[in-house]
């Protein structure tokens, strides 16, 4: 019987997608142990914004989050978004910050490693890859991702020469990363029969979004093209701008006879757990109906779920949700000047908040943002298609051009530890808290500092007996 298996992903990019990823730990710790006997080809529970999200908005440890998922799910394979040379930042890191990293996140419970670069740079992916290969342990999966998009540049034979170029390099299997559900069923048909003809027997996997409506069709023509895994969530937490639902998929495999490995009674069980958690936050707004909501229109302005609850919820901090649609519009003529960039992280940032500023400004780049700057520079690596020229002299000068190596060979500082511990002080209890600061500094920071605080302001009192 054919196989294809699933990756769960309400831990990670469901919530993300939908809710601009505010789930904390506490609010999924005691489903853990169910989910751990469904039988999920994967659990993605890490990386991406959630560092960021754990440290800036929910008070908490990402590394210990990341240690207690492991400790409640020991027999489940746990996968994480890694950004290449950004790790889980919004820059680019010296080679031996990026390799700690990974040595860190083994060592913590990561077993697969879903590594991309935003821009399909694969120079800028290939130090994450020799690091997981170097830290591995028997479970440990190196899976490479190529960022999907549709423009001029992205051709059915391009990708397949980019999955060609990734198993040539050794990863274990290949991701195709949908991020804005743009993929029609029959460029998926195409897609998937030439990566498998290039590729042979490397496990290839579907990550998508149900942002355009087109997820379910799309899903439903890779598994007929060979696609071995596909990622899904929970019902309760999928669609909208999220992926396909898990049980809605287990069923639909079953009719084909393909078999999914899933437990029918836990992922029942494990939706029924999470449903009164995704009404919690529809109700208090953080989930909003736009989030929710099919719209065919990203099928033009190509925005990814997790982009598109970062501007609804940014507009909405800012008291301007009347510039949505204006710069929902604004974004392909971003994306152009910039050369046609997939729009995920931290590309779907950048160009997302270029646009913000150019509707708010009432004029095209009267204020360029430094991550705007610096990838023309050439610090987030080369672009797919030519940028604008008039932008580009605005940005480096008549004549200016960017840099044509890897950043990490134009700079190579490695002091990144060093000022880190020395900014710390006493407040670092762990490699992995120097991590923290080194990517998120200010965040750390101040977690660190309250985590000091609440323990000082502990009181000890021994009651003896008269």
Known sequence: ?????????????????????????????????????????????????????????LGEDPWQRLRDIRKAMPDTKLQMLLRGQNLLGYKHYHDDVVEKFVELSIKNGIDILRIFDALNDFRNIATALEATKKYATKNTVASGCISYT?????????????CKELKNMGFDTICLKDMAGTMSPYEAEHLI?????????????????CTTGMAYMT????????????????????????????????????????????????????????????????????????????DA???????????????????????????????????????????????????????????VTNVLMGERYKIVSKEVQNYFRGQYGIAPAPVSESLQAKIL???????????????????????????????????????????????AMKFFEDRKAKEENICTYVIEEA
Not at 434 to 443: A, E, F, G, K, R
């Open 1 to 57: 019987m054919k196989k294809v298996q699933i990756t769960e992903t309400v831990l990670r990019d469901a919530n993300q997608s939908l809710m601009a990823t505010r789930l904390p730990y506490s609010d999924f710790a005691e489903i853990l142990p169910e989910m751990n006997k469904a039988g999920y080809y994967s659990v993605e529970c890490w990386g991406g914004a959630t560092f960021d999200s754990c440290l800036r908005y």
């Open 150 to 162: 549709q423009s001029p540049v992205h051709t059915v034979e391009k990708y397949v020469e980019m």
């Open 193 to 209: 029969k030439g990566i498998k003809d290039a590729v042979g027997d490397v496990p290839l996997i579907l990550h998508t979004h």
């Open 219 to 294: 899903v439903t023509k890779a598994i007929e093209s060979g696609i071995d895994v596909i990622d899904c969530a929970t019902s309760c937490f999928s669609n909208g701008t999220s992926q396909p639902s898990t049980e809605t998929m287990f069923y639909a495999l079953g009719q084909y006879g393909i078999e999914t490995g899933l437990n029918e009674d836990v992922i029942n069980k494990v939706n029924d757990y999470f449903k009164p958690i995704k009404q919690k936050y529809v109700d208090s707004g953080r989930i909003s109906a736009k989030s929710m909501a099919t």
């Open 297 to 355: 229109q990203a099928l033009v302005y190509k925005v990814p779920g997790g982009m598109l609850s970062n501007m609804i919820a940014n507009l909405t901090d800012m008291k301007a949700m009347d510039k949505f649609d204006a710069a929902l519009k604004e974004i392909p003529e971003v994306r152009k000047d910039l050369g046609y960039p997939p729009l995920v992280t931290p590309l779907s940032q950048m160009v997302g908040n270029q646009a």
């Open 397 to 443: 000068g008549e004549g200016g051009k960017p840099v044509d190596c890897r950043i990490e060979d134009a700079k190579r500082t490695g002091e990144d530890f060093k000022k880190a511990k020395e900014a710390l002080g006493d407040l670092a209890r762990s490699e992995e808290d120097v991590m923290s600061y080194i990517c998120y500094p200010d965040q």
